[in-house]
């Protein structure tokens, strides 16, 4: 079934049916004041941190889905109907009552219709502050004046910490109050506090509104709802009158209600604004939208902002699906994640209070091609994150300190240990932003380890491969330690990983080029060894003819033969072989092979095959799943990605395009009611083959997917390879795609690119024609660039 569409125009997704399978969000904000809203304005907002700072409540995994949210409730008082600006929570009968939902880039536009008057609500966080506007617009179409009450509602939290407002009762129902003043409700917490008092202090939020003055109010939650009633059906609404009850040792809220005549034809417009301001400051904030048209205005700032971002790179192929996500969504969902890694969603509640090292260092790599400045400021941030031993802090907080954090070494410690696979994602994101950017300088600035000391980021790097070195099992490949890519595989402190052995292999190879280009000779020959080294033990110890082992246990066991009972192919070592350019051409193609026989699906490759069920071994934490789910069989999108990228490395297009399809949301627009998430939004992981629910995705937006699957498809089925002198241009692409453009945005020039493939090929490039001038092969020299280029290349 089709519940919405793409309108690439706008650089929107348009939901036309608002009963949608599962709730479908949006991101508003920044990581100063973030917010996440559904289709029916379901969700929540925050200061800095879901967990720490959360403002208004959202119910997670509830019966009645995705409740509460920002609310707006109509009245019409001459007959006592009433209904909401989204179809939830009254949710009207769909045959009487129409709905949009216009998710954009950084903004929600929800607009509705019953009884012929028309509401449009018009959610967004203005760039760069600390506050939300919901600009709501009320027209008559009714050939008779019509008498309304509108009400504004959000539920406050008690508490900023969502744990404790949760849980702590007996603690947060009795710190809070509300006021009225001024045409707002403020709430205060912990009032009485004015310096800290076990880590408190007072703390003040606010929801008003603007352009309209408020007839009456509610600020205590359970006295708008009224007793045995919820969302759907609050007293207050149906009543048509708030009592003016403020909070006091209950539940706060902010409702604000509105009383307004239109004559036919008419429109009001009002704006209700909502955050973490005491009354003066919400006062001034309150003041500046006076004026209502300053909400267009910061509208355009948010278009202008984001689409200046996305398009540094816009594509037209004969997909447009395809356009659709790599144009907009997929590029949209890799700034999400780069901003909030796994902190804030509808499935994670925000108590991830940071980032996790190899996680945000993989998410950069999705932007570096839109944003290479934003990406060298994260990148800088996370290689402080690194310890002085060369390994990467788990997690680094929001709030971290370089130079004074403890570290896994330390006995207070409190997070995981050290993951095998942390620091050695520095490698390919470094390159990729050298590389997009020219800035091999950037090699040579000092920045601080973690926990003590500093040094060049050529340093770290070193540090990085060291850190592998000097953690090894008996074999002499990495050990897998904590975890390696998979949280789930623990083999065993002496226990080794293929991925992390082709992960350190790859980033030798790419630490050998830059040690050379420095003149580094000594380590250029120690890595000559090393390499050789490794190479030798995968070819001897985990190639098995036709595939590549998954490990080797401590006890030397090896995990992912093909002689197992369960798990005896893994998807991530045939790609990473690829990747990594430690297996010869036969194997790679060999391995690939297997991995299409056996391992792929109409929904993606699942991550291995059979799941656990009956043979797994300790360390294998995947069978605490169900067969067919997340690590254990399922579809882990994240390595769809790879997957892609292997296969167009390889010039096989066909298969990187259709593991590119499998894998798309967009391409399950009209089959959501399987999908149930975006169509617009890669999730965590698909249920496989054996589930009944198989094609279901489950984990919605915070997800490496986006990164991994952007790089393979730019890097990879559009063959976009920088280099510190140019950019090679490869694509790897469907047999039947006779011509397609990219438009690339390359060290501040710009570049049209139109590829022609009149003979059907699938990979590789043959010629150029840059301006005019022809050049053999694919690659093309900064040299050679104006401030605007026309570029034909010819597969």
């Known amino acids: 079934m089709n519940y919405g569409y793409f309108d690439g125009e706008n650089k929107e997704y348009v939901i036309t049916k608002p009963n949608t399978p599962a709730p479908w969000a949006n991101y508003l904000g920044s990581p100063e004041y973030g917010a996440i809203i559904s ?52 949710g009207k009968p769909l045959d009487k009552y129409e709905n949009q939902c216009h998710h954009g880039t950084a903004y929600t536009n929800i607009k509705s219709k019953y009884t012929n008057i028309k509401a449009e609500t018009l959610y967004y966080v203005p760039l760069d502050k600390t506050y939300e506007v919901w600009r709501v617009k009320v027209t008559n179409e009714d050939t008779k004046v019509r008498n309304l009450s509108l009400y504004g509602y959000v539920e406050f939290s008690n508490e900023n910490n969502y744990e404790q407002d949760s849980v702590n009762l007996q603690y947060t129902q009795y710190i809070t109050k509300t006021y009225f003043r001024n045409n707002k409700i403020i709430q205060t917490i912990n009032e009485n506090v004015k310096q800290s008092v076990n880590g408190s202090t007072g703390k003040e939020r606010f929801f008003g509104v603007a352009g309209a003055e408020v007839a009456a109010y509610e600020g ?43 004559n036919p034809g008419e429109t009001k417009e009002l704006a209700f604004v909502l955050g973490a301001h005491n ?79 190899r996680d945000t260092v993989q998410d950069i790599q999705g932007i570096i091609h839109l944003a290479p400045e934003l990406a060298l400021e994260k990148i800088k941030f996370m290689i402080s994150g690194q310890v002085d031993n060369g390994g990467g802090l788990p997690l680094v907080k929001f709030d971290h300190n370089p130079g004074h954090e403890m570290t896994p070494d330390d006995p207070a410690y409190t997070y995981d240990r050290y993951r095998a696979d942390d620091a050695l994602w520095l490698f390919p994101t470094i390159l990729k932003y050298i590389n997009e950017t020219g800035n091999d300088d950037f090699l040579d600035e000092v920045i601080p380890f973690a926990n003590k000391g500093e040094a060049t980021v050529y340093e770290h790097l070193k540090r990085a491969i060291n850190f592998s070195m000097e953690r090894q099992g008996n074999n002499g490949m990495p050990a897998g330690l904590h975890a390696d890519w998979n949280d789930c595989l623990r083999m065993g402190a002496k226990g080794e990983s293929t991925f992390v052995a082709f992960q350190l292999y ?23 060894e090393k390499l050789a080294e490794l190479k030798e033990t995968m070819q001897t110890k985990c190639w098995e003819g036709d595939q590549f082992i998954r490990g080797i246990r401590e006890d030397g066991i090896v995990v992912g033969s093909k002689n197992d009972p369960e798990a005896n192919l893994w998807l991530n070592p045939q790609s990473w072989a690829v990747i990594s350019g430690c297996a010869d051409k036969e194997q790679c193609e060999k391995a690939l092979d297997k991995v299409y026989e056996r391992l792929n699906t109409p929904y993606g490759a699942v991550l291995l095959d059979p799941p656990y069920k009956d043979h797994a071994f300790d360390g294998a934490l995947m069978l605490l799943f169900n067969p067919s789910t997340k690590e254990n069989g399922g579809i882990f999108s994240q390595s769809q990605g790879w997957i892609i990228l292997a296969e167009a490395l390889m010039g096989r297009g066909n298969k990187a395009f259709e593991y590119y ?86 060290r501040g020039k710009k570049l049209n690119i139109l590829v022609k493939n009149p003979d059907g090929k699938e990979g590789g490039v043959r010629e150029l024609i840059v301006n005019g001038e022809k050049v053999e092969g694919s690659f093309l020299p900064v040299s050679m660039l104006k401030e605007e280029n026309e570029i034909i290349a010819t597969m």
């Not at 379901?42 to 019966?63: D, E, L, P, Q, T």
């Not at 000779?521 to 890595?527: F, G, I």
């Not at 967009?666 to 198989?694: C, T, W």
Request: glycine share 8%.
């Open 39 to 90: 289709n029916n304005a379901g969700g929540y907002s925050f200061v800095k941190s879901g967990a720490n700072g959360r403002i208004i409540r959202y119910r997670f995994n509830a019966i009645n889905m995705d409740q509460p949210g920002r609310y707006i409730y109509l009245r019409d008082n001459d007959n006592g109907d009433y209904w909401s600006g989204s179809w939830q929570p009254v």
């Open 661 to 746: 399809r499998e894998c798309s949301p967009a391409e399950m627009n009209d089959n959501a009611e399987v999908r149930k998430l975006e169509p617009y939004a890669h999730g965590q992981f698909i249920e496989a083959k054996e589930s009944p629910f198989q094609g279901r995705a489950h984990v919605h937006w915070l997800t490496g997917t986006a990164s991994t699957v952007m790089v393979g498809c730019v890097e990879g089925i559009l063959g976009m390879r920088p280099t510190v002198d140019g950019l090679n241009i490869s694509p790897s692409v469907p047999s039947d795609w006779k011509e397609f453009s990219i438009f690339k945005s390359f």
């Open 220 to 262: 205590d939650r359970d006295t708008f709802v009224g007793e045995y009633r919820n969302y759907s059906n609050p007293i207050a609404v149906e009543s048509g009158k708030c009592q003016k009850v403020l909070n006091y040792n209950t539940n706060s809220c902010g409702a604000l209600q509105i009383d307004i005549t239109l």
């Open 506 to 528: 790859y980033a030798m190879a790419i630490l050998k080029n830059i040690a050379t280009d420095k003149k580094d000779d000594a380590y250029v020959a120690y890595l000559d």
């Open 279 to 357: 009354d003066d400051a919400s006062s001034k904030i309150l003041a500046s939208y006076e004026d209502l048209s300053q909400v267009e205005k910061e509208l355009q700032e948010l278009k202008d902002y984001w689409h200046g971002k996305l398009n540094n790179f816009q594509i037209n192929t004969p997909d447009e699906n395809f356009n659709h996500m790599i144009n907009t969504w997929n590029s949209y969902q890799c700034f999400i994640t780069f901003v909030w890694s796994r902190a804030a969603s509808f499935q994670y509640c925000g108590l991830r209070n940071g980032y996790g090292f």
